[in-house]
């Protein structure tokens, strides 16, 4: 095969730069992703990784500099242009419509998708073209009834379907359970040594930087502080690049908490998904003051429904909560009053006013109180504003300044926005939901230490996460959600990996 029957496209930025009002979001970043190679974009949250990415797929214009798609200067004016360059991007989220099948998916995300479709045809070349590619998905399931991973796979199968030839994968891996993080990207990573597709893959996980990535760009405050091969980086190297001088926070010491009573107590718990279906049934579990319960399992098998009925936004079909041995109804006075905090997954979409400030959001549970509340709702400013700034520099929340909506901050930093509120008040019971998730090296540390300084000074902690090491750093006792029951109950010390895997797959 010669270079010219490899599709692979070569991607390069030369001087892009990227202001958006007073801040400069991306400085001078030139950046060579060669076709056929599978490159990583490292950096701090808000480093301005999606602001380049942005740029290259047309969302956002650079203020300055040049595209060059395999070696020619191009304009990539709107993402339908980049498409025509055959460069193509998945995001975190999904974007598949849930009620249409996989085929149904595909067929017409096509620009030329006709307005009558033949189906019978379009099914049998879809699937002649499912047998050159490396991972296969159910094609005449629903979207909505496969699981994270099947999801995943079949957005990049979107993408190939397209014949987009350049893909930027927005942290692919951040859904799946390590085996099949390692099952996709070796597939993806076959793809990219056939010369069929070039990768740009931002990741925050070392691991799979090192194991499949030939080449990869750091960015610090927008700037370009490195590039180079994989192979001659150590982690330290990167990760030294990455923050600089920052100093990452010790990981917090769990400290013996004296024999402490039941804070959290929940029995019977049942409630319905949005289709009025069996979310979660008869979940009985107990959360001591000083103690962090980790709930294990795989995405979906009613954890998120379980923190919304504790955060007041699921109705309870039965059951019953107790805090101190109080019923405990959740709302907002009545978290209040019992100190109990919660953090959401996706904080911009649930736990976040998208486009009120920095510190209005900072400000959403206490705006009623004083000092920020003068009498009733009328908001005071100033003390807002002090008290917001304090939280961003404790929680090194990177915002141009207070009055910045939060909708314009990277993903990471609206995560620690909303984590500096709930926990920086005096907190009984902490409710988190995947706290980690997008968050960079650094900050992982950081919120692990936050949440473990909560356990020791005595809140009682419920940890819902996906990440199976966060449990296993974390949690005192460990339960595993499966099909909406706890199946399997265990305190850290008793338990291993593989046992809290099986009963994660409903082997219990
Ligand atoms: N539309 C926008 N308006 C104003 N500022 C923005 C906008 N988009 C991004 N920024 C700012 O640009 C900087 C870089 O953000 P960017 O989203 O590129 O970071 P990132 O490296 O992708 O971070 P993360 O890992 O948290 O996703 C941040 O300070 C962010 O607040």
Known sequence: MTDKDRPAVGVETVGMTKIFGSLTALEDASIKVRPGTLHALLGENGAGKSTLVKCMMGFYQPTRG???????????????????????????????????TAAENLIVSRPDCPKVIDWKSEIGALEAFLDRMPFKVPLRTPVASLSA?????????????????????????????????????GLLRGMVEAGEITIL????????????????TVLRRGRQVGSGLVKDLTRDDMARMMIGDTKIRERAARTTVE??????????????????????????????????????????????????VLSGQRDLDDGRILIHGHPFEPSRGAMAKLKVFSLQEEPLRNSAVPRMSVAENMALRSFDQPPISRSGWWLKPGPMKAIARELIARYRVKTPSPETP???????????????????????????????????????????????????????????????????????RVAVMSEGRISYVAPIGETDRQTIGHAMAGHH
């Open 149 to 185: 991973g099947e999801k995943q796979k079949l957005e990049i199968l979107k993408q190939l379907y397209l014949d987009r030839r350049f893909l930027i994968l927005d942290e692919p891996t951040s859904v799946l359970t390590p085996g099949e993080a390692d099952e996709m990207l």
């Open 201 to 216: 893959m931002i990741s925050h996980k070392f691991r799979e930087v090192t194991a499949y990535a030939d080449e990869v």
């Open 406 to 476: 939060i909708e314009n901050l990277s993903g990471g930093n609206v995560q620690r926005a909303v984590l500096a509120r709930e926990l920086s008040g005096d907190v009984d019971v902490l409710i988190v939901a995947n706290p980690c998730f997008g968050l960079d090296f650094a900050s992982v540390a950081e919120i692990r230490s936050q949440i473990m300084d909560q356990r020791n000074r005595g809140a009682a902690v419920l940890l819902v996460s996906e990440d199976l090491d966060e449990i296993l750093e974390l949690a005192d």
């Open 66 to 100: 040049k595209l060059l798609v395999d070696g020619q200067e191009v304009v990539v004016r709107n993402p339908r242009d980049a498409m025509a360059y055959k460069l193509g991007m998945v995001y975190q989220h999904f974007t598949l419509v849930p009620s249409l």
């Open 259 to 308: 024999k402490s009573a039941t804070v959290l107590d929940l029995t019977a718990l049942y409630a319905s998904d949005d289709d009025g279906l069996p979310a979660i049934e008869a979940i009985d579990l107990k959360v001591k003051a000083g103690e962090i319960v980790g709930i294990a399992g795989v995405s979906g098998n009613g954890q998120s429904e379980l923190v919304e």
